[in-house]
């Protein structure tokens, strides 16, 4: 009984070392704010960001709109928006530079030339200037 | 206590046989289904519209770019065509660390199937269109080595009925020095400058055209299905791969590691298994060959390239040229970032890397495993821990990529 209980331990322990050999590779962190839409950093701004094209089309050039409100819900018509972002997880930057083309009304602005070339964690910074201020905001997006 | 134990024991043997199952490579999570699924070959849309390119993809200009291709009278010496290096039996490789054409140049040659897939053209990146980059060689001292002026001639000669029913009429060419460019020898240059502008545009067009001519013939050139595609078809729809969709536990294996722990799959990724972009990978420099910093070195050539999508010879306006007007130029980052090369095909056109470092799959895997530091700049790998056997399987698995050669039964 114990010498069969001690096989089937081994047995057990070797295939599921196995198979979490063969599932590492790194996720994003399990807990990461997927979140759309999210206060700036020092809470002067409101920032929703939606892609044009959902789902986000990997691999190609695509547009998303960002909306700016200040808290109490009037919407930033003057921002400019500057955008980087990156890979944390592999420290490389965006491999486009995103533009602020067009504010299209009611807070709402273009961000276009925005790419994901590869599958994982991304962030996505807005940094928002306009007459209440800077302030900066970072989305999480997985693909 | 003993039936603590028989609990125990039923629970371990049941997690056992769980970890098992997950292991004997005939199940799949979702999350690998759906990693499969983006791989394979009829995930790739149709060809992307190239207005910059009016006859992408008009046939006639496919014929006479096809004609061009193959046609050594498209060099300096008659010896040297698109064809000497990208081999139409070879897909369209030459199997050589360096290609050679007149001389030997620094980079090893790119297959051709669906490379218009992507943005940039060039292990660097440094041509923004598939009819920008066919130009490049032709002027090169160390490839065609031919000139702007001798090409248009040599069209005039040799092509002008099949050129004139696509392009329209040919300029007069009497007059015009023999041989003349702005990137050609201290003569050809000085022969260029003396030509009045109108004429050097003139001759620019009719350059810009064979490029685009050559760009319609390769176009034509797609991936075949593989074995790989028709075991990932099966796999997405459930069902079990017949014949020689049959994966081994080998090439499962591999698979697996492939999408999985190995992290192939972050840059080679989508159906043609690049993310068309670039990444310093600590490959090794070639010793006897000049300073090569890779993507950084191409942001100026490309912004000043007169044949560039907002060039006179677009055949779109700026509106087409997005990739240019949202290029990132990090510098820093890019030094010594190659392009990532598509895997279809792979396992058989060794040697690997932009300049053929590696001879054989066996010696890539090894130095993604320990990922070394690059010689300039900052490797982007991690080292990933691989037993012999997960290396051979992602070889085996590499191997399920090709399409037979031609001449296998």
Redesign the interface.
């Known amino acids: 009984m114990r010498k069969w209980l001690v096989v089937a331990i081994a047995i057990a322990v070797v295939a599921v070392a196995g198979y979490f050999a063969m599932h590492m590779f790194p996720p994003p962190p399990a807990d990461l704010d997927l979140a759309r839409s999210k206060p700036s950093a020092a809470g002067t701004y409101v920032v929703s960001i939606e892609p044009e094209a959902d789902p986000i089309p990997q691999g190609r050039l695509h547009s998303w709109i960002a909306t700016v409100k200040r808290p109490e819900g009037a919407a930033v018509t003057d921002a400019m928006l500057t955008i980087d972002g990156g890979m944390p997880q592999h420290g490389h930057g965006l491999p486009t530079a995103p533009q602020a083309t067009e504010h299209l009304g009611e807070g709402r602005y273009r961000v276009e030339g925005v790419r994901f070339n590869m599958n994982g964690w991304w962030e996505l910074r807005l940094t928002i200037d306009s007459s209440a201020g800077q302030d900066a905001v970072t989305f999480n997006i997985v693909l | 206590m003993a039936r603590f ?1 028989h609990n ?2 039923r629970g ?2 049941f ?2 046989l769980l ?2 199952a ?2 004997s490579g005939e199940e799949f ?1 979702e999350e690998e289904k759906r ?1 499969i699924g983006q791989l394979r070959l009829s995930e790739l849309g149709p060809l992307p519209p190239e207005p910059t390119n009016r006859v992408a993809n008009d046939p006639a200009a496919a014929a006479l770019g096809a004609s061009l291709f193959f046609d050594v009278g498209m060099s300096r010496n008659g010896t040297v065509a698109c064809a000497t290096c990208h081999q139409v039996d070879r897909q369209f490789q030459d199997d050589l660390p360096l290609a050679r054409g007149i001389g030997v140049t620094d980079r090893r040659t790119m297959p051709l199937a669906n490379v218009a897939h992507g943005p940039w053209f060039f292990w660097d990146g440094r041509k923004d269109s598939l009819w920008a980059q066919a130009l490049g060689p032709l002027e090169d001292a160390r490839e065609h080595g031919g000139n702007r002026t001798a090409y248009a001639r040599f069209v005039a000669e040799h092509y002008s009925e099949r050129y004139e029913r696509i392009f329209g009429p040919l300029p007069e060419l009497s007059g015009l020095p023999a041989n003349a460019s702005p990137l050609g020898t201290t003569e050809e240059r000085a022969a260029w400058t003396a030509i009045d502008e109108k004429r050097r545009e003139e001759i620019d067009a009719v350059f810009a055209n064979i490029g685009k001519a050559i760009a319609a013939f390769e176009r034509t050139i797609v991936h075949e299905e593989t074995r790989f595609d028709r075991f990932a078809e099966a796999v997405v729809a459930g069902h079990k791969p017949e014949g020689d969709a049959v994966f081994s536990a080998l090439e499962i ?1 591999g698979l ?2 492939f999408i ?2 190995a ?1 192939c ?3 080679h ?2 159906p043609r298994f690049t ?3 670039f990444h310093n990978t600590g490959v090794p420099s070639v010793p006897g060959l000049p300073e090569d910093r890779g993507r950084a070195q191409a942001f100026e050539r490309l912004l000043a390239d007169p044949f560039n999508c907002l060039g006179p010879h677009s055949d779109a306006g700026p509106e087409a040229c ?2 240019l ?6 510098e820093h ?1 890019m030094v010594r970032a190659y392009k990532t090369p598509s895997l279809r095909g792979a396992a058989s056109r060794p040697p690997y890397m932009h300049a053929g470092q590696f001879a054989t799959l066996e010696e890539v895997i090894a130095h993604y495993s320990t990922a070394p530091d690059a010689p300039a700049g ?1 490797s ?1 790998l991690e080292d990933v821990v691989l037993t012999d056997r997960g290396r051979m399987a992602l070889v085996a698995f590499l191997k399920t990529l090709d399409t037979p050669a031609p001449n296998d039964p």
Do not use: P, Q
Request: glycine share 6%; aromatic share 6%.
């Open positions: 134990l125990l024991l371990t043997a997690a056992a970890a098992l997950a292991c999570s990693l294996e697996k590691l999985g722990k992290n799959i972050t840059c990724n989508g993310d068309d972009f997005d990739e007007r949202f290029m990132a130029r990090n980052e900052t982007e």
